[in-house]
């Protein structure tokens, strides 16, 4: 008869084997941290010897990491390519900064970098006029103390309020504040009526606009003053021709000359008169 089968009891000396054969998971992240990837690699290689080839490599492998964040920002009104280039910029900055001793993996490293310089990009570009750098710096704190202030208070915060939070004075507070308007300027497509007129009006519906007929004023002043300088037989041509619509048979009739005639004497005329409208003192 076959006895039951009954676990096997493992010693002390077993149980810290079979424990050491499966490490913990915190052994597990340490183990991992210490592992030098094929980046790193590289990285260390381009540490030692410097080749530039090595430097262009490290760049290029970390070009899809510049794009995915830069398409982050792509909706706050900046092109697309603009931000990647930037977004390079900081890129490169971190390769030549990179130290692969550290346990560190380079794509954690070079996000913040990458990140601070397109919103770097933003606070120095997307102002509609140019603002110090100061004012803008203190903008945006203005504009977080602000959030902070309406969530702890449940209400809005006052201009003394903000101003301690951002350890400024009541009137540099203020002005921080009214700048925030400079910085995504208004739409000549924005609509100026509100839901209780119903009105569609837009911004560039209110403002003026060249004054076409004042243009042609000023061009008919010059020409006539031109036509002024003509001789007789030019004058009475252009007149017929161009102030009449007569057509060049029935001005050789009143004129008492030919049509080959008047087609030179016209020809002339324009030719001179296209000089004199070219200088200013017309």
């Not at 992240?29 to 030692?48: H, I, N, S, Y």
């Amino acid at each position: 008869m076959v006895p039951p089968h009954t676990p096997r009891r493992t010693g002390p000396a077993e149980s810290a084997s079979c424990s050491a054969a499966k490490p913990s998971p915190e052994a597990r992240r340490a183990d991992d941290r210490g592992k030098v990837g094929p980046v790193e690699t590289l990285f260390q290689e381009w540490k030692r010897t410097r080749q530039p080839d090595l430097r262009e490599r490290l760049i290029h492998q970390h070009l899809n990491l510049v794009r995915f964040l830069a398409r982050k920002f792509a909706s706050k009104g900046e092109p697309l390519e603009d931000l990647i280039q930037v977004g390079t910029i900081g890129l490169i900055n971190a390769v030549d900064r990179f130290d692969a001793e550290r346990g560190v993996r380079f794509a954690t490293y070079a996000t913040p970098t990458i990140v601070g310089e397109i919103k770097r990009y933003f606070r120095d570009h997307g102002w509609a006029i140019k603002v110090p750098r100061h004012l803008q710096e203190l903008n945006l704190a203005a504009g977080k103390a602000m959030e902070n202030l309406t969530h702890t208070l449940k209400r809005s915060p006052t201009v003394k309020e903000i101003a301690g939070a951002i350890g400024a004075s009541e009137e540099e507070a203020l002005e921080a504040l009214e700048l925030g308007h400079l910085y995504e300027p208004v739409s000549l497509e924005g609509e100026m009526g509100s839901e209780e007129t119903e009105t569609e009006a837009t911004l560039s519906d209110y403002l003026g606009q060249e004054d076409i007929s004042l243009e042609r004023l000023a061009l008919k002043q010059r020409l006539d003053q031109a036509v002024s300088r003509l001789s007789e037989r030019e004058r009475s041509i252009i007149d017929l021709r161009f102030y009449r619509g007569l057509p060049q048979t029935e001005v050789a009739k009143r004129l008492g000359i030919s049509q080959m005639h008047v087609s030179r004497l016209q020809n002339r005329a324009l030719s001179r008169l296209r000089q004199m409208l070219a200088h200013e003192d017309i």
